[in-house]
């Protein structure tokens, strides 16, 4: 595939490393974690080891970690499990409307169920206000879902607040840091949060392997049955291969954190500026507030997103906007609208460019030429 | 405006709708070396209350042929432009009561209007669809024919098209019958390559069209009578019925069967007559209006021809005498039965088609037949 790949906020190649662990493993570690014999207990152990390194990582201790199938089966587990296990006390939920599909969906299906669901609003940097939250609190809520950081335009969330907020209160206090886990630092304890979920191939790690974080004593409901693999809490027999790479991916992220923030906010620079040099005109969805540092989300006013997208993949710029449609067509993203309302002129003509591994300066540099020409020829300027 | 690029450097964008002849459209002129490019184009919502939507199944359609054919692949949605372009009109005329023609409506204001200037803002020095047409790239003008097959020529459908328009378009299924292109489908394994043809006006589907119209339109229900004020029965509501149709009447009796003959709006009273030759049905000239050509060059004021008066019909020679308002009167040579105002009347110089208008008024011995609409 020739192009530049600038949209590792979708999904990130398996860094070398995590692949010839992932490899190994493979064909050697295929044990049962289950299984009494030695085959078994070689998993096991790989298991544990990695359990124990992520934990670590987020300063969670490694019974709290449950692994899964990826991001959005972690929001489930931690959405309609909480549900489940808390409908007795309320039935009422606290989410933004700038969640991922997985989260939104999620309440959503709740809220057809029987469910309230509080759906707080952004302002235009894409930011909820933790007043917000604390306004919304009632009694008998028992969830408060909100994403650490949005995937689509970076924005990173007042979390550390909310937590205090919640200091006192019965909910549990869930964060979706799919996008954050391994860009940002994150402690659980810290930020006073009960469920966190993240995913290994946002981070140069697989596909189909995630975890949920659930604090100690957190009440949960696993809407799967089957096996007690993960202490009752996710049944079905545990990927160890990928779990194991997906613990070296978070490794090497943690590793890299500071040089990976630096690069990624120079090539924010180098493609802004380069733009700027080119004479187009653009608006960083965002504005001013503290965001990913891989995330650059922008708006080129006298475009329009279906021809620009499509342009800048034939050109070789491999980027995206909003979410795709059933039907292959954009839709307008659910985040821009909660952000600058229903008729912007920013739900028509914005890109999300993400950063990652293997991308050079030098590649950031030709995207954003590529990208000036795009916008320049098609806003007629 | 004829174009001396080599196809490898030539951006052909394919409108793939997900069916067999947009599928063998896209691999021939891969397989001429063209740089296709196939996208799919999203005019109409029909999500049901269980999320499906006939155009999810479409679109995973063209995902699956773009691939086998090695094509880069996009969609793009043009529901906004189509309702107000051609839903509007399309309630409009029915209200008006007129039966309109959305598909011919849909080539000049989407297909090749929206959907043209985003494969040429796209880079590409054509668009090509799986019309069965022909359109040759002259020197001087290009010019549009019918297709080879009789049996599925679309030119009807395209007779809107401008010289702008038509020096940007390719139909690379207008020599071929359709047998054949099932054939070529069906040897490159295509996955479209056994799939049913759509029918019916695109965004009714396979739906029953008067439950459809219903959703839109309050149906009224009237009388049925004949010419002679003879009343036959009820009818559902005007809008159900066009010029000609015989099914849906239920006036039973003996003797020859019934057909509708025209409308009375004011009374809302539907026409009806005996007999498939039944006299009023048959008119010798008719007044078009929106009347355009698919050539620049200005014809004379009036002029000699062959047109049809709908879809799949044999052609009549004709007499064309244009006012120099985009208006014309259409004298034919002998009676033609069931001309509907609303549709299309398309003039053909042999294969090539001169263009076309919108009938709007019928006459017959110089009155005109106001019961036809």
């Given amino acids: 595939m020739n192009g530049i790949y600038l949209d590792h906020a979708a999904t990130t190649p398996v860094h070398p490393e995590v692949a010839r662990v992932y490899a190994e493993l493979l064909t050697s570690s295929y044990g049962n974690a289950s299984s009494i014999h030695g085959t078994g207990r070689a998993a096991r152990k790989l298991l544990d080891d990695s359990r124990a390194q992520i934990a670590r990582l987020i300063g969670a201790r490694p019974e709290e970690i449950i692994f899964t199938g990826g991001g959005t089966e972690s929001d489930n587990l931690a959405i309609f499990g909480t549900a489940e296990a808390r409908s007795d006390e309320g039935r009422h939920i606290i989410t933004t409307g700038i969640e991922h599909h997985a989260v939104l969906n999620a309440c959503k299906r709740l809220g057809k169920r029987g469910f309230e669901v509080t759906w707080l609003p952004v302002n235009r940097e894409g930011q909820i206000s933790p007043d917000a939250v604390r306004e919304a609190l009632r009694e008998d809520t028992i969830l408060v879902t909100i994403m650490t950081a949005n995937n689509e335009v970076g924005t990173i969330q007042p979390i550390r607040e909310i937590g205090e907020i919640l200091q006192g209160h019965p909910a549990s206090f869930h964060t979706d840091a799919v996008q954050a886990f391994g860009e940002i630092p994150i402690e659980v304890g810290d930020l006073g949060i009960d469920l966190l979920s993240a995913s290994a191939h946002k981070i140069n790690g697989p596909k189909g392997i995630g975890f949920l974080y659930q604090k100690n004593g957190t009440k949960l409901t696993p809407p799967t049955s089957g096996g007690e693999q993960e202490r009752k809490r996710r049944a079905g027999t545990e990927n160890v291969p990928g779990i194991a790479a997906f613990a070296k991916a978070a490794e090497i992220a943690y590793e890299s954190l500071a040089e990976r923030h630096e690069q990624h906010e120079s090539f924010k620079r180098i493609m802004t500026d380069a733009l700027d040099e080119a004479g187009v005109e653009f608006r960083v969805n965002a504005g001013q507030a503290q965001t990913l540092p891989h995330i650059l989300n922008l708006s080129f006013p006298g475009t329009d997103i279906e021809s620009l997208l499509v342009n800048l993949d034939l050109a070789g710029v491999h980027v995206s906007s909003g979410s795709a449609c059933t039907a292959g067509s954009i839709d307008p993203s659910h985040v821009l609208v909660a952000m600058y309302g229903e008729d912007a002129e920013e739900l028509r003509n914005s890109v999300r460019f993400s950063f990652g591994y293997g991308l050079s300066e030098q590649d950031v540099r030709t995207a954003a030429e590529k990208t000036a020409a795009t916008v320049r020829r098609l806003s007629g300027k | ?373």
């Fill in chain 2, 1 to 373: 405006m004829a174009m001396h690029k080599k196809p490898e450097d030539t951006r052909v964008v394919v409108g793939m709708s997900g069916g067999v002849d947009s599928s063998v459209t896209a691999l021939l002129l891969k397989e001429q070396g063209y740089d296709v490019i196939g996208i799919f184009m999203k005019n109409w919502d029909d999500t049901d209350e269980f999320g499906v939507c006939t155009a999810t199944e479409d679109y995973e359609d063209v995902i699956r042929v773009a691939n086998q054919i090695g094509i880069p692949y996009y969609a793009v949605n043009f529901e906004k432009q189509y309702w107000d372009k051609v839903f509007t009109y399309f309630l409009d005329e029915y209200k008006a009561g007129r039966t309109p023609n959305p598909d011919v409506m849909c080539n000049k204001e989407i297909k090749f209007r929206a959907f043209l200037d985003h494969a040429m803002s796209l880079g590409a020095d054509y668009l090509a669809t799986g019309h069965y047409a022909r359109v040759e790239h002259g020197e001087d003008e290009s010019v549009m024919l019918r297709g080879v097959d009789d049996n599925k020529d679309q030119t009807y459908f395209l007779n809107q098209l401008s010289q702008d328009q038509l020096s940007k378009v390719m139909f690379p299924l207008g020599h071929l019958e359709k047998p054949e292109v099932r054939k070529i489908a069906l040897e490159a394994g295509l996955a479209t390559a056994e799939k049913k043809d759509s029918t019916g006006i695109c965004f009714i589907g396979e739906r029953n069209f008067k439950e459809f119209l219903s959703g839109y339109l309050p149906a009224q229900p009237g009388a049925m009578e004949t010419m002679n004020g003879e009343r036959m029965g009820t009818h559902d509501g005007l809008m159900y019925y066009t010029i000609g149709q015989r099914h849906g009447l239920g006036i039973g009796g003996a003797g020859d069967p019934w057909f509708v003959i025209g409308k009375d709006l004011k009374r809302n009273v539907l026409l009806v007559g005996q007999n498939f030759h039944n006299d009023a049905l048959y008119s010798d000239s008719l007044k078009a209006v929106q009347v355009g050509f698919t050539s620049d060059v200005p014809k004379p004021e009036t002029f000699r021809c062959t047109a049809k008066f709908r879809y799949r019909q044999p052609d009549t020679g004709v007499e064309v005498k244009l006012h120099g308002d985009g208006t014309a009167t259409v004298t034919f040579d002998e009676p033609v039965r069931a001309i509907t105002p609303g549709q299309a009347v398309v003039f053909y110089d042999g294969d090539i088609c001169l263009g076309g208008g919108t009938i709007d008024e019928v006459y017959k011995n110089g009155s005109r037949l106001d019961y036809v609409g």
